[in-house]
């Protein structure tokens, strides 16, 4: 679904990927785990096709077609779902709004019509349920005022909703509380199957308690190090990047 090779990338002149590698297969959960500053959001944004992040070398392939040569909203139509730390707050556009039209631009990437009314709500209040979002939130401005609950939530619906086949959660687990991060979790399970892969960027062990990677990667310094079965997470955690990298 994903193969990276050899990927360098540049951010002004300053090289912070260097020579990654990465290859997630349909049906499986990866997590990437590394330091601050070891590139993991580089990464992140590199996929999503952000502007100020230059590839000087290297491949990714996205479900059978070249990624860098697709546009941000083409990555998204093709079936990439991000999901950010910091989610961003958007005044005056209502949680409805917001993921209707982005539901519907990606139906029209696919050459399909936009979704009926009455199907959108019966599939948004179903997602909403599932993940025990209060529906008086769906009529907010998107996360403003929010919790970081809340916020990471939403995010879960937003997912659920667009259901992609690759999704990338960079750091999706930072400052939630437990509650907070069993939902999370409960949304990645969700998303699941056999047609659909995750990659989970994180710091901490605490998300894989409750989402089981298949493969867990260490990242240091721009590259892949090492990359081994969920044990490798619980070594991490008890050793320290150091001595297992
Ligand atoms: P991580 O997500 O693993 O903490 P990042 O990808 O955020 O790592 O950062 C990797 C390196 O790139 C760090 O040394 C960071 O300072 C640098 N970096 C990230 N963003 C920028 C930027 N916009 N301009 C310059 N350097 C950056
Ligand atoms: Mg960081
Ligand atoms: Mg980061």
Redesign the pocket.
Known sequence: MLTIKDLHVN??E?E?LKGLNLEVKAGEVHAIM?L???????LASTIAGRG?YTVTKGTIEFMGKDLLELEPHERVGEGLFLGFQYPVEIPGVSNLNFLRTALNSVRKYRGEEDVSAADFMKLVREKAAALKMNPDMLKRFVNVGFSGGEKKRNEMVQMAILDPKLALLDETDSGLDIDALKTVAEGINAQRRDDTAVVLITHYQRLLNYVQPDVVHVMLDGKIVKSGGKELAAELEEKGYAEVA
């Open positions: 951010i002004d300053k912070i590394g601050n500053g070891a590139g993991k959001s580089t100020d």
